[in-house]
């Protein structure tokens, strides 16, 4: 059963709610009395930095970004305004020279709410102090850095960026303490080349990350390079030709450095197995000898690192020995007719190398010497003629070197 004091007071509320209600919309849309209201967190957009720019001069610092203002108006106004509609700026245009300037900001309202209508309680709350700098701009160079490892038998190059420099704008205090921007890729284990973007970091001279405050640059990420080929250290190698009584079995030899390091042009280019630096004909020693012999490359290599120039081949050879022998046994060929040979000395010295017990035991007439006169200028003067030297048996032995020659005199009978 319904208790009907219970509903009576049911109703007493509901009826004191919508009284006041009324008595409420009735002060604010009749009355509207006047009321004050703080509005706080009320952002400040700050204007004329290009007119700043202009002057040389930028904003480094302002006391604050948020402002919080005490208003009065009619109750129906205030219940309209908040941190969103109303509009504050500071302008900077009319700051001519750096150093620190307190300026005011000017305030907007909703274009439904008239300005007159509305009163500030404290106009300082407006206020705002801006520190103002020289600005000044710089181009500094990226470095690029690869932190990683590389595989067997890969060797990083040398790492580029894009851009290779970038331009900082900012105060020319804080722009001289910065040298050039790092870019750091790898972390890993890279067999083929590197291609990664990254963000760059400011830089000291001393090597340590500089303060950017207020700089702006042309670009905060680059492009990092690292350039990864296959390489190989080759051997380099003399071809020796055998003569003169020795081969290459009995030779010594020794090339330094021993290889250079190459890397293919192209991609996928095979690598030589040995690099010849050229040949050396064994006749023509006639004792131990050193060479410096130009390290030509293969067209399709070029060299990694330091380029090799010049090898030093050293020859000593092992089992062989030289000796002088004076040769006296000498036909002249082609003698002018109705003349005569006088001869200055008694022979030519000729230089024979081979095997020790061989060579020892040479004999002198199995050396034969021909001088061929058919090229005769003058007679009865003395003159130098060519001579051409031959041994009679072919064994391990040879004469060594090929100019050799005689001074006589061609008389006439």
């Excluded at 890729?185 to 970091?201: A, F, H, M, R, Y």
């Excluded at 009584?245 to 390091?261: E, L, N, R, Y």
Aim: hydrophobic share 40%; proline share 5%; aromatic share 4%.
């Amino acid at each position: 059963m319904t208790n009907p004091k219970k509903n009576r007071k049911t109703f007493n509320i509901i009826m004191a709610v919508i009284l006041a209600m009324g008595v409420w919309l009735y002060v604010i849309n009749v009355e509207n009395p006047t009321s004050t209201a703080t509005i706080r967190e009320i952002p400040v957009t700050v204007v004329g930095e290009d007119t700043l720019a202009e002057r040389g001069l930028m904003l480094t610092a302002q006391s604050q970004d948020r402002i919080t203002l005490k208003l009065s108006c009619r109750k129906k106004t205030l219940m309209k305004l908040s941190a969103k509609n109303i509009n504050l700026e500071l302008d900077l245009s009319s700051v001519t020279v750096a150093g620190t300037h307190t300026l005011s900001c000017q305030y907007t309202f909703p274009n439904s709410i008239g300005s007159d209508s509305i009163s500030i309680s404290n106009w300082e709350d407006l206020r705002v102090t801006v520190t103002v700098e020289k600005q000044s701009t710089k181009e500094i160079p990226v470095r690029g850095e690869f932190i990683g490892t590389e595989a067997e038998d890969c060797l990083a190059g040398m790492v580029t960026t894009e851009p290779a420099a970038i331009k900082l704008t900012g105060p020319a205090d804080t722009l001289d303490g910065i040298s050039y921007a790092l870019a750091s890729v790898g972390g890993k284990e890279i067999s083929d080349t590197l291609v990664e973007s990254s963000g760059v970091v400011f830089m000291g001279a001393e090597g340590t990350p500089a303060d950017r405050k207020n700089v702006t640059a042309s670009a905060e990420t680059v492009q990092v390079t690292v350039p990864v080929r296959k390489v190989v250290s080759v051997p380099l190698t003399v071809d020796l030709m055998d003569g003169g009584g020795v081969s290459k079995d009995t030779m010594k030899v020794d090339v330094s450095p021993k290889t250079v390091t190459v890397v293919a042009k192209k991609e996928g280019e095979p690598l030589p197995e040995s690099i010849s630096l050229g040949q050396i004909d064994l006749s023509a020693m006639t004792a131990d000898a050193s060479y410096a012999i130009p390290v030509h490359l293969p067209k399709e290599v070029t060299a990694w690192g330091k380029q090799v120039r010049y090898a030093s081949v050293s020859l000593h050879v092992e089992k062989a020995i030289s000796r002088q022998i004076l040769v006296k046994n000498i036909t002249y060929e082609n003698v002018p007719e109705g003349c005569e040979v006088k001869p200055i000395t008694e022979g030519i010295y000729v230089w024979i190398r081979g095997k020790d017990n061989l060579v020892k035991d040479l004999d002198p007439s199995q050396i034969h010497v021909t001088v061929d006169l058919s090229e005769t200028a003058f007679l009865d003067k003395l003159q130098r003629f060519p001579a051409k030297v031959s041994l009679t048996e072919a064994k391990e032995w040879s004469v060594l070197g090929t100019h050799y020659s005689i001074a006589l005199r061609v008389q006439q009978q």
